[in-house]
C-alpha cells in the first residue's frame, strides 16, 4: 500500500471498506503507515500493526458482544463502543420485527420479554464520526436506545394500528438474513461527516458502570425494563375453566343505579382526570426539580442526575398533553401558558444533566493536569469550548422562555440563570486560552499569594508565603512554597512605602510582604510581580490571591489531610488553629518552620486533589464559587483574553465604579480594613454594619456605621487587641462630612487621611478594639444626586465586600427615594456581606 499520509483508517477484517474522502480501508494483512491519526476497527485489532495510532475506536456489535470483547485488550487506549441492533442495516430480533410488520402486517412476539437495543443507521455513522474527531479520552460506553421486545413491537403498532400483535410458543427468534453494516453505501459517511461538521451528533450515550461482557448474560445489572405492552388477550379454554377452584360467595348490600347516571359519573371521573393528569404531572416534575437543587447542593451527583433525568420526563409528558389541549376551541388558550411552563421545566432539567457531564468534563482535564497520563490538551480545549458555547445557547432559551410560565419567576432564579449564562460564556473564553495558559508552547509559572486573613490585609490578608507553581504542555511540573521573609531578605536598596504603613507598621522600607497594600487586586499583583523580580529574579505570568477560607472549601469537600512529617492531621473544623499554631510559636525571621510545614500543607492539598478531585469535583465547584464571590480567590493575569473572561465573572478583585445614565445616580461604597497591630486578632473580631442611603432635595446623605466586637480574652490584650487602620472607598465627587469612633471611653470624632486614587475617595483612619469591647466607626459622606425625582429614574448602588472578611449582618436603608413605596417613604431590608450588595431602586 502507498503510504498517502491520510488521517483516517477503518479497519473491518478481511472485508475491505470502498474508499471515502479522507478515509482509507486496510485488510487483515495490511500494515499502517507512520502518520496515522485514528483507526476505527469493527471488532478487535491485529496485533501486526507496526505503529500506534493516537487513535483508537473499537467497535463491536450486539451479536459480539462475549467476554472476548473487553476495551483495551489489544493494548491502546481505546474508545471501546458496544453498538446495538442498527436497524435496516443488521441482522437481530428487530429488524425481524420490522420485516414481519412490513411484508406480513403482522408480527409473532416471544411469550417471554427481554431487553433489546436498538439504534438508527443514522446515528451510528455519525457516533463513529463524532467520537473520531471531538474530545478525546478512553472510555467504554453502550450507544442505543434501550427498549425491549414487546415495547418495541408495540411501538410499531402504534405507528401501524392496522397490525396484529400475537404471542407464539418458544422465546428463541431467529433474525433473519439482512445487509451487512460492512455493505453500507459511502454516501452514508459522507451525509454523516456533512452534517457533523455542522452540529452536535445528538446520539445518547449511556456509560456502562458494568463489565460489558455480562450485559446479555445478566441483565438485571441493567436498568429495568419498561413495562411490556398490553397484548391480544388470550381466551382460556373451557377444560381450563372448569379446573379453576370456586371461592365462597359473598353478598353485599346492592345500590341501584340507572345507566345513564352510571354514564354520567364515569364520563365526569375520566373528564376530570384528563384535565387534572398533566397538571399534576407538571406539579411531580417540579418537586422532581427541587430534588435536583437539593441533591446537587450535597454534591451527590448520582441523585441530582437522576432526580433531573425525572422531572425532564414528567414535564415533557405534561407538555405534550396540554399542547393537545391548547389546541381545544374556546378553552385552548387556558393551556398555552401550562404548556410552555412544562417545557421550560423540562429545558432547565435537560441542562441540569447536560451542566452535571461538563463537570465530569472538567473531573477529566483536572486529573490530566494533575496527573501523569499522556494527553493533547488542544483538542480538548477545543471540543470542551465548543460544548460551553452549545450550554449557554440553551441557557439564553432558558432564560427568553421565562416571561411565558404559568407561575412568576422568582428574581433569584432568574439572577442564577443570568449568573450561569455569564459563568459559561466565561469558562467558554476561558477553556479556549487553555493551552496558553497551561504552557503547551512554553512554560508559565504563577504566584500563589497565601495570605492569612486572620491578620487582615486590603486584598486578604497578610503574606506570610507564597507559592511558584509552573505548568508545562498541560500538566503541573512544578510547585514550591516560599517563607516571604526569605524572599524580603533578598531585597536589595530601598522602596518608600505609603504612609500608613510608616506611620502605623513602623516599617521604614516597602517589602514584598506588605505589598497587598492596595485594595484594587490587580494593581497590588502588579507590585507584588516587581518584588517579586526584584528579590527572587523570578518572572511570572500571573497572580492568584487565596486565603484560609479556601483552604477550609477543599478540606470539606475532600476530608481530611495527613502531614506525615509533622504526625499531625489538618481538618476543615481546625484548619484556623492548626495553622496558627504551627507557623506562630517558635517563628523568627529568617527561620524555616513555617514554610516547611506550609509546603507539607500545600503538598497534602495537592495530594488530595489528585487522589479524591475528580470524584468530588462538584463539591470542590459549588465551594470555589462562594470563594469567587466572596474573593477568597482572587486572579491577576497576564492573558489579556483570559483576563478579559476573569473580570467579567467579578473574579479578579477590581475596584469598580458603576455608572448609570438616563436619569440615575450611581452610588459606590465599601470599608478597608488592614490589621497594623502585627498579632492574629481578626480571629476574634465580629462585625455588623449599616448602611444608609437618603436622598435630600438635590443631594445624598450617607453613611455606613461598622460594629466592631472583640470576642478576645482581655487578659491576653498583646495576642487580641485588633488595631486596624480603615479605609472608606467611594465615589470621587463626594464631600466627607464626618468620621466619629464610639468605645467604652467615650465617642470622639477624627480626622481622616484622605486621598484620590484611580478615580476614587479613599478616607482612613486608625481604630483600636479593645478584647472583650464592640467598637462603632461611622463614616458619614454627601454625594450630588443628578437625577431628578419628577420623572422616571433609578438609583444603583454598591455595597463592596473586602476579600477576607468572613460574611457579617448588613442593614440597608433607603429614605427620600419615593413616598410610595411604603408609608414613611423609605426600605429597609437585611442581607449578609458573603460577596458584593447591589441593587437598583426605581422610581416612576
Known amino acids: ?43 478487535r485489532l491485529p496485533n501486526n500493526f507496526t505503529h500506534r ?14 467476554d472476548t470483547a473487553v476495551a483495551g485488550d489489544t493494548g491502546y487506549d481505546s474508545k471501546t463502543l458496544y453498538f446495538g441492533e442498527i436497524l435496516g442495516a443488521d441482522t437481530g430480533i428487530a429488524n425481524k420485527l420490522l420485516y414481519e410488520a412490513n411484508s406480513q402486517n403482522a408480527i409473532v412476539l416471544p411469550p417471554t420479554d427481554a431487553p433489546l437495543y436498538v439504534m438508527s443507521l443514522e446515528d451510528a455513522l455519525e457516533t463513529i464520526l463524532h467520537e473520531t474527531f471531538t474530545y478525546w479520552y478512553p472510555k467504554r460506553a453502550v450507544v442505543a436506545q434501550r427498549t425491549s421486545i414487546w415495547s418495541f413491537a408495540k411501538e410499531l403498532q402504534n405507528t401501524r394500528p392496522s397490525i396484529s400483535l400475537s404471542v407464539g410458543q418458544t422465546n428463541f427468534v431467529a433474525p433473519l438474513p439482512s445487509i451487512s453494516l460492512l455493505q453500507i453505501p459511502q454516501r452514508h459517511f459522507k451525509s454523516a461527516l456533512s452534517k457533523l461538521m455542522q452540529e452536535e451528533a445528538t446520539v445518547q450515550y449511556v456509560q456502562e458502570p458494568f463489565p460489558v461482557e455480562h450485559m446479555l448474560a445478566h441483565p438485571e445489572v441493567l436498568p429495568e425494563v419498561p413495562p411490556a405492552p398490553p397484548l391480544p388477550v388470550m381466551k382460556m379454554s373451557q ?44 406539579g411531580a416534575s417540579l418537586f422532581a426539580s427541587a430534588g435536583v437543587y437539593a441533591f ?81 490538551l488542544e483538542p480538548l480545549s477545543r471540543s470542551l469550548s465548543a460544548r460551553l458555547d452549545n450550554y449557554y445557547q440553551e441557557l439564553s432559551k432558558l432564560e427568553a422562555s421565562l ?93 518608600r512605602p505609603p504612609e500608613p504603613i510608616v506611620e502605623y507598621l513602623g516599617e521604614a522600607s516597602w517589602h514584598l510582604r506588605d505589598a497587598n497594600w492596595d485594595p484594587d487586586f490587580p494593581t497590588s499583583a502588579r507590585r507584588i510581580e516587581w518584588f517579586l523580580d526584584k528579590t527572587l ?42 495553622l496558627q499554631y504551627e507557623t506562630d510559636s517558635g517563628f523568627f525571621p529568617g527561620s524555616r518552620k513555617k514554610s516547611t510545614y506550609l509546603s507539607g500543607f500545600a503538598q497534602a492539598l495537592l495530594f488530595a486533589l489528585v487522589d479524591r478531585g475528580q470524584d468530588n469535583l462538584l463539591a470542590l465547584s459549588q465551594g470555589f464559587l462562594s470563594n469567587f464571590e466572596s474573593r477568597d480567590i482572587q486572579i491577576a493575569l497576564d492573558n489579556t483574553q483570559a483576563m478579559d473572561a476573569v473580570s467579567v465573572l467579578g473574579w479578579s478583585g477590581e475596584v469598580e465604579d458603576i455608572s448609570c445614565t438616563n436619569n440615575c445616580d450611581s452610588i ?125 429614574g433609578a438609583v444603583k448602588y454598591i455595597y463592596r465586600k473586602q476579600a477576607g472578611v468572613e460574611a457579617y449582618p448588613l442593614t440597608v436603608e433607603i429614605h427620600g427615594i419615593d413616598p410610595s413605596l411604603t408609608r414613611q417613604g423609605s426600605l429597609l431590608y437585611n442581607t449578609f456581606t458573603s460577596r458584593d450588595i447591589s441593587d437598583e431602586v426605581i422610581w416612576k
Open 53 to 66: 495510532p493516537e487513535r483508537v475506536i473499537q467497535i463491536f456489535k450486539h451479536t459480539d458482544w462475549s
Open 403 to 495: 416571561d411565558m410560565s404559568l407561575f412568576p419567576v422568582k428574581r433569584e432564579h432568574r439572577q442564577l440563570i443570568q449568573k450561569a449564562r455569564s459563568l459559561t460564556l466565561a469558562s467558554r473564553d476561558m477553556t479556549i486560552e487553555l493551552p496558553e495558559l497551561l504552557g503547551v508552547d512554553s512554560p508559565k509559572t504563577y504566584l500563589i499569594l497565601l495570605q492569612n486573613n486572620m491578620e487582615l490585609r486590603p486584598t486578604g490578608g497578610f503574606i506570610g508565603s507564597f507559592a511558584l507553581v509552573t505548568f508545562s504542555n498541560g500538566r503541573l511540573i512544578d510547585n514550591s512554597v516560599y517563607d516571604v521573609y526569605f524572599a524580603d531578605g533578598q531585597l536589595q536598596g530601598y522602596v
Open 296 to 376: 446537587a447542593k450535597t454534591g451527590n451527583t448520582k441523585l441530582a442526575i437522576a432526580a433531573a433525568h425525572g422531572g425532564e420526563d414528567l414535564a415533557s409528558i405534561s407538555r405534550d398533553w396540554l399542547k393537545n389541549y391548547a389546541k381545544l376551541p374556546i378553552v385552548g388558550g387556558q393551556f398555552t401558558s401550562a404548556a410552555s411552563t412544562a417545557q421550560m421545566i423540562a429545558q432547565a432539567n435537560s441542562l441540569v444533566y447536560a451542566g452535571l457531564d461538563l463537570v465530569d468534563d472538567a473531573s477529566a482535564l483536572l486529573g490530566y493536569v494533575l496527573g501523569e497520563s499522556p494527553y493533547k
Open 668 to 792: 459606590y461604597a465599601g470599608l478597608v480594613e488592614a490589621n497594623v497591630g502585627v498579632n492574629k486578632a481578626n480571629y476574634y473580631i465580629k462585625r455588623k454594619a449599616n448602611f444608609t442611603i437618603n436622598r435630600a432635595g438635590d443631594r445624598y446623605q450617607n453613611s455606613i456605621t461598622l460594629y466592631l466586637t472583640n470576642q478576645g480574652a482581655p487578659e491576653k490584650t498583646v495576642e487580641t487587641r485588633y488595631k486596624s487602620y480603615i479605609r472608606l472607598i467611594t465615589n470621587s465627587d463626594v464631600v466627607l462630612d464626618t468620621v466619629t469612633i464610639q468605645n467604652s471611653s467615650g465617642s470622639a470624632k477624627v480626622l481622616p487621611e484622605e486621598e484620590f486614587v484611580d478615580g476614587r475617595l479613599e478616607a482612613g483612619v486608625l481604630v483600636e478594639a479593645l478584647p472583650g469591647e464592640t467598637t462603632n466607626v461611622v463614616f458619614q459622606w454627601t454625594a450630588p444626586a443628578k437625577s431628578s425625582l419628577e420623572q422616571a
Open 537 to 578: 529574579d523570578r518572572e511570572v505570568d500571573g497572580v492568584i490571591g487565596v486565603d484560609l477560607e479556601v483552604a477550609e472549601t477543599i478540606l470539606a469537600a475532600l476530608g481530611p489531610v495527613t502531614l506525615h512529617d509533622f504526625d499531625d492531621t489538618i481538618t476543615a473544623d481546625n484548619v484556623y488553629e492548626k
Open 239 to 282: 377444560q381450563v375453566l372448569h379446573k379453576k377452584k370456586t371461592l365462597p360467595e359473598w353478598h353485599f348490600p346492592i345500590i341501584e343505579v340507572t345507566l345513564p347516571s352510571k354514564a354520567f359519573a364515569v364520563s365526569f371521573v375520566v373528564f376530570v382526570l384528563l384535565f387534572i393528569t398533566p397538571i399534576l404531572l407538571l
Open 1 to 43: 500500500m502507498s503510504e498517502k499520509n491520510l488521517d483516517v483508517y477503518l479497519y473491518s477484517g478481511s472485508d475491505l471498506w470502498g474508499e471515502i474522502d479522507g478515509v482509507e480501508q486496510i485488510g487483515s494483512g495490511e500494515y499502517l503507515p507512520k502518520d496515522l491519526y485514528a483507526v476505527i476497527s469493527f471488532g
